[in-house]
């Protein structure tokens, strides 16, 4: 059975905190997102990784950066939280980027107070 | 104009009945077309994958593409409870656009 993890399904933090959030897949995938969803705006992609150590930007990379070390790992970092990015993060991985089936992780509720 | 164009409802049927979900598109270069299910609290999955145009069966649930319209059907017979989720609609390729999702409600 596939599997997308997320480390935390909920977390609050502070204005100005730098927050990591990390997301693992069992899948041997090459390519793995991050996401946010809010209501009425669907999931917006953050960035994206095709490779180990490779990195693109999403539509909507501003006040978030990535880390990919190792191929199962992908880590989405806020430098800086602010109000303005209290959502829910969604991961996803896939064998192929864009056309294939995306497996997403059940999410992190973040909340910036 | 958003690239896709999705009603958020909220839907609310009966059980048994037949639902029609709809996205709508602008970009003429999307080939791949998907339907993710997403209950509460839990990350999508994918329900439905569609290359091109025409018709896609899957028990209960059929997916349709019109290219020329540039709009996406997705049809659920035989509405149960357990189908009360929300669903989004995503194509592709090059990029993946995601509609913004319609909640739905099948009340028994």
């Known amino acids: 059975d596939v599997k997308v993890t997320q480390s935390s399904r909920y977390l609050v933090k502070r204005t100005g905190e730098k927050v990591f959030l990390e997301c693992v897949q069992d899948?041997?995938?090459?390519?793995m997102f991050w996401y946010r969803q809010d209501p009425g705006l669907g999931l917006r992609l953050i960035y994206f990784?095709?490779?180990?150590?490779?990195?693109e930007k999403g539509d909507i990379p501003e006040g978030y950066s990535v880390s990919r070390e190792k191929k199962e790992r992908f880590s989405l970092i806020l430098e800086s939280a602010s109000t303005n990015q209290t959502s829910m993060y969604l991961c996803?991985?896939?064998?192929?980027?864009?056309?294939?089936?995306?497996?997403f992780g059940p999410g992190t509720r973040l909340t910036v107070l | 104009q958003k690239e896709v164009e999705q009603d958020p409802g909220p839907l609310s049927v009966p059980e048994g009945a037949i639902v029609s979900l709809n996205c709508t598109y602008s970009?003429?270069?999307?080939?791949?077309f998907m339907w993710y299910r997403q209950y509460s609290r839990k990350g999508p999955e994918l329900l439905m994958y569609?290359?091109?145009?025409g018709n896609k069966e899957d028990g209960r649930f059929t997916a349709q593409v019109d290219k020329s319209s540039k709009y996406i059907s997705l049809f659920i017979r035989d509405s149960q409870p357990s189908d009360s989720a929300t669903y989004l609609c995503?194509?592709?390729?090059?990029?993946?656009?995601f509609g913004a999702g319609t909640r739905l409600t099948v009340k028994p």
């Open positions: 996803a991985s896939s064998l192929i980027p864009f056309t294939d089936t995306q497996y």
């Open positions: 899948m041997d995938h090459e390519n």
């Open positions: 990784s095709y490779d180990v150590k490779m990195k």
């Open positions: 970009n003429s270069a999307f080939q791949y």
């Open positions: 569609t290359y091109s145009s």
């Open positions: 995503a194509m592709g390729p090059s990029d993946m656009r």
